[in-house]
């Protein structure tokens, strides 16, 4: 009994540390799956022969690497976490409902000190639920900045958001900035007057509360500011980098588009952070969300393997590996010391981001039905005819978010269909013109005998697309790629919660 509680407690102390004062502990060979993109399947094979080859520990992995996207990974793993990757990488946005599902394994306390002493703070952030982190953070380049063709925008009016509305007025140019569609980008406008959102989480990943200033003196501010953009007859509602080869001159958009707004301008693409605005004689610098991917640890039921686990992936966190994921994918570094690096610091998208830092909010951990209940802020805005116009717009937003905890347990833990659909006749439409709701309305299934969820009977189109989502929520979705129809028909859509599994039924 005695050397039983001995191994047991050199175990946890496995568990408990980042760096392992005997190799003998963690030495052998052990059989993994890694979920990673495609595009850095190849290199992380490299990395992990790297790592097999140079550790101290005489750990050698025997991994078979898969290319999974960052969306498909959350989603496979939580309907099935023991089939899941051994690591995994995820956008961090999945972070909770990994966490709510069992499907990370906590940072013991010195790999949680090594994380906190080499990641920047905000994508530390990303990485915790309640006190505790459950994550390591492997880029920190998901924000957002300004690029604008220098044919017809200045250089000294970047800084304005004003002079730059007038610029493509001027020219008869797009300004492409996502206001009507998308939370992720309307949010500038309410963090640069101070506002904020923070949603708490107990240690289960489950939300517990929400601290929101968007409906407040600062946030009638931020609304007065977006209408000068939303009201101009040259904003596009747009964040792709593509809209330069339209007639656009500024595009609000990402690292992910550098290459194609670099081909489509050339000599002509300029790279800014974001401008400020006016309002009443005060000007407020626009902020952003800046955003990550995180690579997650699948909990193990040998202690020791998952030990080895949490040593490989600090290693593919580190450093060394993070700058090589930028050298050869451009992908923006979260490690301190490689942000630091000349070769980031002269990548000109990676810089702009830099300098929009100061101004961005870390996007933490955010309750799925928020991005509904924001979106439409951007629309409201525009329709808004005077101040008490403005004002009503937040009022609204603020009595859908103080809603979601006091939701019915029918609403929170039931499933709805939601995709391009028209619920005053009952249709499905791939068309999103005539008024047609995109994406906009639930519709509800009920539980059968053979716990099967079901919708009523719809027509629908060929090609048109939908998901199922939990507590009217993005937190829980399926499937991980939109449902497409095959063939026009009359069809009930069926869902399988324990497998996450998405059908049609052909109805009478």
């Known amino acids: ?27 052998g060979t052990y059989d993994i799956t890694v979920w990673v993109a495609e595009e850095i399947a190849d290199l992380t094979r490299t990395q992990i022969d790297n ?32 089939a899941g990757g051994d690591l995994f990488c995820f956008a961090q946005d999945q972070f909770a409902r990994l966490v709510q599902a069992g499907a990370l394994a906590k940072l013991g306390q010195r790999a949680a000190e090594w994380v906190k002493a080499n990641t920047s703070a905000g994508v530390v952030a990303a990485a915790t639920s ?7 953070p492997l880029t920190a380049d998901n ?17 304005s958001l004003e002079a730059l509305i007038r610029d493509c007025e001027d ?18 406008f309410f963090f640069a007057t101070g506002c904020v959102s923070e949603w708490q989480t107990a240690d289960n990943g489950e939300f517990e509360s929400v601290y929101d200033t968007f409906n407040s003196p600062a946030g009638l501010i931020a609304v007065k500011g977006m209408k000068k953009l939303v009201d101009s007859p040259y904003h596009l509602s747009s964040s792709s980098g593509s809209e330069f080869s339209k007639n656009a001159a500024i595009v609000v958009t990402g690292t992910w588009d550098y290459v194609t707004v670099q081909n489509i301008l050339g000599d002509n ?19 952003s969300f800046n955003g990550c991917k995180l690579m997650g640890v699948r909990p193990q039921k040998d ?41 980031v610091q002269a990548n000109p998208g990676l810089a702009a981001l830099l300098a929009q830092a100061p101004y961005s909010v870390p996007q933490g951990q955010i309750h799925g039905s928020w991005w509904d209940i924001a979106k439409v802020i951007g629309e409201d805005v525009k329709n808004a005819a005077d101040e008490d116009g403005l004002q009503e717009a937040l009022d609204n937003y603020y009595n859908k978010i ?94 399988d919660e324990a497998t996450g599994e998405v059908a049609l039924e052909a109805a009478e």
């Open 1 to 27: 009994m005695k050397k039983l509680l001995a191994i047991l407690l050199s175990v946890v102390m496995l568990l408990g540390c980042a760096n392992f004062a005997s190799a003998s502990q963690l030495a």
């Open 51 to 82: 790592f097999n080859a140079a550790n101290e520990f005489g750990i050698t992995f025997n991994a078979t690497v898969e290319p999974v996207s960052e969306a498909d990974a959350a989603t496979n793993m939580i309907t099935d976490v023991e």
């Open 130 to 136: 309640g006190e505790e982190i459950y994550a390591y």
């Open 143 to 159: 924000g957002y900045f300004m690029y604008y063709d220098k044919t017809y925008i200045p250089e000294e009016d970047v800084d």
């Open 171 to 188: 020219a008869g140019k797009y300004f492409a900035f996502e206001m009507q569609s998308s939370a992720w980008y309307l949010a500038s």
């Open 269 to 287: 693409m300029g790279v800014a952070d974001l401008p400020s605005f006016e309002v009443d004689g005060e000007s407020y610098h626009l902020g």
């Open 303 to 343: 202690a020791v393997k998952a030990a080895a686990l949490h040593q490989l992936a600090q290693y593919l966190t580190g450093e060394a590996c993070q700058l090589e994921r930028f050298d050869k994918r451009a992908w923006g570094p979260s490690n301190i010391a490689a942000q630091a690096s000349e070769a």
């Open 402 to 495: 103080a809603s979601l905890f006091t939701l019915s347990d029918d609403v929170k833990y039931g499933w709805t269909v939601i995709g391009t659909c028209n619920l005053t006749d009952g249709f499905f439409y791939t068309d999103y013109t005539d008024g047609r709701s995109t994406w906009t309305d639930d519709i509800p299934m009920t539980k059968g005998d053979d716990g099967l969820w079901r919708s009523a009977a719809y027509e629908m189109e060929a090609g048109t697309e939908f998901k199922v989502r939990q507590g009217r929520s993005w937190d829980n979705n399926f499937p991980a790629d939109n449902f497409k129809v095959a063939e026009a028909g009359k069809y009930v859509v069926v869902f």
